[in-house]
């Protein structure tokens, strides 16, 4: 058990000179809320990877331009972001982080090398609609309702929050919107929403929640 969580954890900050571990328990809004910990580095990773292969079979073609845009809701210290710019296959990394500490060690970590000048870390509130409107429609008049928005999720919020999150996301963004869920407790949501399920992990139902996850698309009607 503690050599996994060291190679889940602990191995990736080591390998990169960066700084993903601090955990947070901050006093929350919500019992709902999930207290911040870092994701497992092989399920983010794998996420990522099954995410940008539907996006180049499914979506890329039928676009008129192949800009991508990696967005972490609740994102903490930066982890999937780096691991995002790691891929190669986005074109803009946005880590969005209410805490001010995690959002400032996310910034510092993209500095660490050349691969992740692509990223920046806001701080801004989930739940704020200003602040979230603020950041799609600034997405929009950069890369036009083409782009393709990958969002990220590792469960930091209720299904309430993630519902208005979904609305915003399909009133101002883009055509085409990914949705990679890490412990996918209120997948329902995602489904009322309209969005479709095109993966989700292989382990059992038992399995520790760290191991799930859930990927979902959704097109706008024209």
Same mark, same amino acid.
Not at 3 to 16: E, G
Not at 33 to 45: G, N, R
Not at 78 to 83: A, I, N, T, V, Y
């Given at each position: 058990?503690?050599?996994?969580?060291?190679?889940?954890?602990?191995?990736?900050?080591?390998?990169?000179?960066?700084?993903?571990?601090?955990?947070?328990?901050?006093?929350?809004?919500?019992?709902?809320?999930?207290?911040?910990?870092?994701?497992?580095?092989?399920?983010?990773?794998?996420?990522?990877?099954?995410?940008?292969?539907?996006?180049?079979?499914?979506?890329?073609?039928?676009?008129?331009?192949?800009?991508?845009?990696?967005?972490?809701?609740?994102?903490? @210290?930066?982890?999937?972001?780096?691991?995002?710019?790691?891929?190669? /296959?986005? &074109?803009?990394?946005? =880590? +969005? !982080?209410?805490?001010?500490?995690?959002?400032?060690?996310? @910034?510092?970590?993209?500095?660490?090398?050349?691969?992740?000048?692509? /990223?920046? &870390?806001?701080?801004? =509130? +989930? !739940?704020?609609?200003?602040?979230?409107?603020?950041?799609?429609?600034?997405?929009?008049?950069?890369?036009?309702?083409?782009?393709?928005?990958?969002?990220?999720?590792? =469960?930091?919020?209720?299904?309430?929050?993630?519902?208005?999150?979904?609305?915003?996301?399909?009133?101002?963004?883009?055509?085409?919107?990914?949705?990679?869920?890490?412990?996918?407790?209120?997948?329902?949501?995602?489904?009322?929403?309209?969005?479709?399920?095109?993966?989700?992990?292989?382990?059992?139902?038992?399995?520790?929640?760290?191991?799930?996850?859930?990927?979902?698309?959704?097109?706008?009607?024209?």
């Amino acid at each position: 058990m503690m050599f996994n969580l060291f190679r889940q954890i602990d191995l990736f900050d080591i390998i990169r000179g960066v700084n993903t571990r601090k955990i947070k328990k901050p006093k929350m809004t919500s019992k709902s809320y999930m207290w911040y910990s870092p994701v497992y580095t092989s399920v983010a990773k794998e996420m990522i990877a099954i995410a940008v292969d539907f996006y180049n079979s499914a979506i890329k073609y039928s676009v008129e331009n192949d800009n991508t845009v990696f967005l972490d809701l609740g994102g903490g @210290s930066g982890k999937p972001s780096l691991l995002a710019c790691e891929s190669k /296959a986005f &074109s803009r990394v946005i =880590n +969005v !982080e209410i805490n001010e500490e995690l959002s400032r060690i996310a @910034s510092e970590n993209f500095t660490k090398k050349r691969i992740y000048n692509n /990223a920046e &870390s806001v701080t801004a =509130n +989930v !739940e704020n609609f200003q602040q979230m409107k603020g950041i799609l429609n600034k997405l929009s008049s950069g890369f036009g309702e083409e782009y393709t928005l990958f969002i990220f999720n590792k =469960n930091s919020y209720d299904y309430q929050v993630l519902e208005n999150t979904l609305i915003l996301i399909d009133k101002y963004g883009p055509k085409n919107s990914l949705y990679l869920y890490q412990n996918p407790v209120h997948a329902r949501t995602l489904t009322y929403c309209n969005y479709l399920e095109v993966q989700r992990d292989s382990y059992a139902s038992n399995s520790h929640k760290n191991f799930k996850y859930s990927i979902w698309w959704k097109q706008k009607k024209k």
